[in-house]
């Protein structure tokens, strides 16, 4: 069987996971000329004609039927470069004649016209195999410790990240250069971008998608984009990708209706369409549907070097219920909503791209307690290997936004998270969907007047920058932006200019550094043995304290309040006695050393709490000059 033979068999057995390289437009030169050659998959069209700049918009060039699956392919034969040149696929189905932008195009002009781009491939020279070396490295087992490594992910929506003073966008070339050295610098491991697939709709944050294949034409070209992700890895930060492969929009010269009728869409109506978001669901059960979404996650790994998925909406995948009401959806084999052929379509994807990028990092935007979402597909789970704790961020910024003297009836928002903390490998998220749409911004969130706000947020983030589970934060939260995230416009960077919100930048940065030099913190988050509970019931005090424990049994103590009033000599178990140091705090009012002392009970150290106070406590290994000098005067 010929190559481009077996690729179709392949494509239509849902087992071709780089279709992209069978469909699409692609280019042969030799002969002192160029050969393009162009496919889609439209089974259900009557005819297809491609159109474009090179021939005639309207009559365009017949295409022929390749394959009973429904494969149609033309050639065209220049003598100059088409490289840049538009094109679409008019498809006559039985809902009329559309032209369509083609679904594996490289490069698209987006928008409402959405045309295609013709690109040749890529010449790009990548510069970040050290990168790819490290990540090698480090997302992986050691110490028997599944990702023992620290991941602080920097949340950003390009468009909005920052604008030139005429309101246009940066380009990925300009966004290289500011966004990449600015997050580095504030000690983030990690970038994630909200999606860049090509979208026409500016308010849909990149959520629905039109060109899964190109990179929105909004700030450059592919390579412009190659430039970007290089860029990230030759400073050491990694680059996660927003994916989203539950749904699409209805715009005409998208996936929408293909052929004429449902194609990469549910064909039933209990299945094929979310009412909340006006967007048609893919068929994830249909084979053609398999091997396009999956090459596509490959393809960005591959073809741009990206380190991780993020997976949009996995709950409105898995569940057939979601977003319907009774009698609008149509219950399993098993009589009960698991949408078992979107569940089996999450395991291959992860199963496929696991097995050529074991190193990759394939994160769900995951909702609601179902469970082995992180679990290993060997054992009946999804595969991921993260998941966003999205019910932790729920309960903890309703409990952050309570009036201090209620919070000890909202307790259970610090210590039940725990409780389910090591069934799954959780990133902790300050998320965009927890900035927008009147739920207010992270600093903003906090109960009580202007000073009270910051104060509240510096122990919120030591608590998240705690507790088990990988980090994210949004963008502007580092220096508490007080407006809600806004879309369409750059963040607020003149508040930069006052000193609360400049001082909070130096927090967070801080922080972030502090948790990338202290294994205790990132190296066994997802096992009981990295986490020792304190005073996990002081709800009276609106306040927590545990240990985090490194692979090597290195401990740090943490205590957090978020009490109104401070917490005077709180007596603070110890396994050893000895000096402990402050290494860490939310600013003023905690010492910088604790002397063990003994009772009956043991060892422990006295420590005074101020209001909205967190520390992170360390047992000293080394008696320095000052520590030396405090003990001679028995400041302790």
Known sequence: MKSKDMGEYLFHQGTNFEAYKLLGAHVAVGDGGYTYTFST???????????????????????????????????????????GQRYKFK?????????KGDPYAFSSMGGADGASLICHESAFEWQDGAWLEYRKSTVCESKGKYLATPINIYEVHLASFMRKEDGSYLSYKELADT??????????????????????????????VCGYYAPTSRFGTPDDFRYFVNKCH???????????????????????????SPLYEYQGKDRQESRSWGTRYFDVGREEVQSFLISNALYWLEQFHIDGIRVDAVASMIYLDYDREPGEWVPNVYGNNKNLEAIAFLQKLNTAVFSRHPDALMIAEESTS??????????????????????????????????????????????????????????MPISHDEVVHGKKSFV?????????????????LMLIMTYPGKKMMFMGTEYAQFREWDFSDSLEWFMLDYPNHANMRE?????????????????DDFTPDGFEWIYPDEAGNNM???????????????????????????RVPVSEKGTYINEFSTGEGFSKLYRSKKDKNGNYISVDVPRFGAVILKKSTAKTPAMKRMEERDVF
């Open 41 to 83: 998959w439209a089974p259900n069209a009557a005819e297809i004609s491609l159109v474009g700049d090179f021939c005639d918009w309207n009559t365009g060039i017949a295409m022929e039927r390749t394959t009973g699956g429904g494969i149609f392919r033309a050639t065209v034969k220049s003598d100059v470069s088409l490289e």
């Open 91 to 99: 498809i006559r189905g039985k809902n009329g004649t559309h032209l």
């Open 179 to 208: 966004l990449v050295p600015y997050a580095k610098s504030l000690g983030f491991t990690h970038i994630e971008l909200l999606p860049i697939t090509e979208y026409p709709y500016d308010g849909s944050w990149g959520y629905q």
């Open 234 to 260: 030759t400073s050491g930060v990694g680059l996660i990708l927003d994916w989203v492969p539950a749904h699409f929009p209805k715009d005409e010269w998208g996936l929408y209706e293909f052929d004429g």
């Open 370 to 427: 179902f469970g082995g979402i992180t679990h290993p597909v060997s054992e009946g789970g999804l595969g991921f290997n993260l998941k966003w704790n999205m019910g932790f961020a729920n309960d903890f910024y309703d409990y952050v936004a309570t009036d201090p003297y209620f919070r000890k009836d909202r307790h259970t928002a610090l210590n039940f998270p725990i409780m389910y903390a090591f069934g799954e490998n959780y990133i």
């Open 444 to 460: 903003d969130k906090m109960f009580g007047p202007y000073e009270d706000k910051f104060s509240q947020m510096r122990a919120a």
């Open 507 to 523: 927090f967070v940065a801080s922080l972030n550094r502090y948790y990338l030099k202290t294994p205790s913190l990132w190296e």
């Open 544 to 570: 927590v304290a545990y240990r985090r424990v490194s692979a090597d049994g290195e401990r740090v103590t943490v205590i957090a309040s978020f009490c109104g009033r401070p917490i005077e000599s709180l």
